[in-house]
């Protein structure tokens, strides 16, 4: 009986080399981060422009969504971050607001993300506005005040540690819909942002649940922009694995009710949180 080498079974689940690459590029962010935000303010906007100039094989919605992570989201974090302390207090009430719309807007437009025909599609549907009620939840009971300053990262200080781990199960088993493709740039989206997550809380030494926000508006955006980068300008090979047909009706099913397992501990945590009173400490 012939068996797979280890490297080509892997393969078929992750794309090796754009991680590898990815990695390198984390790491890279992860250090300018925390030592030269400007730097990596010019990297950012470098990258975009980039992209804009030419990528040819991107659809609109496609760049829409890269530009909305990088320059405006990435991007506009950073610019806050390396501005005047005096800037930084007199706009910090328009930054949160803007952070606001973005945070909450994007985890609510995933409810639209399409199904596909598949359960764990709907199933992901009813765990992302559960997670989208229980994160208002959360900023509704901070008064909306999401953002503090802080001398080196952006601080969004309205989501739990609970909501981070829902989140994250909630979103593996997203990005394994046939819109994503075959998923297999993406499938570490996760352990890295955790990771990033942990990495920024230990070097700060601000609670876990602090950093998530920094992390993830690095992580999100380096995906994106390496994927358009790589493909644009041919570095990487494409992903061939289009689609995803190696999720049966028993994997859909399973991922199915992990997602309908985080919809009902959001409902939980909802249900279950104080109605009035001052801010409790996120867990």
Known sequence: MAFSPPHTTLEAYI???FNIWLSIILIIAYGC????RGLLLLIVLGCSTTIVAFDKTSTVGEMTKTMCLLPLGLGSV???????????TRFLSAFTTYVNFAVYGNIGMMVATPADGTLRGMCSKVACAALFIWIVQQGRRAGWRTIFLHDDLFV?????????????IYRFVLLTLPCFGSGRRHRLLEVYSLTLTFALSSTSNLPFEYCFGMADTLVVPAVAGWSAIATTFNLIPRDAMKTPNNIGTSADACLGAMSLAVAMFACYKIASAPRRGSRVVNR
């Open 33 to 36: 981060a925390i030592r030269n």
């Open 15 to 17: 794309d090796i080399p």
């Open 78 to 88: 950073l610019a806050f971050l390396v501005a005047s302390r005096s800037f930084q």
């Open 156 to 168: 969004f200080t309205s989501v739990s540690k609970s909501w981070i781990f829902a989140h994250a």
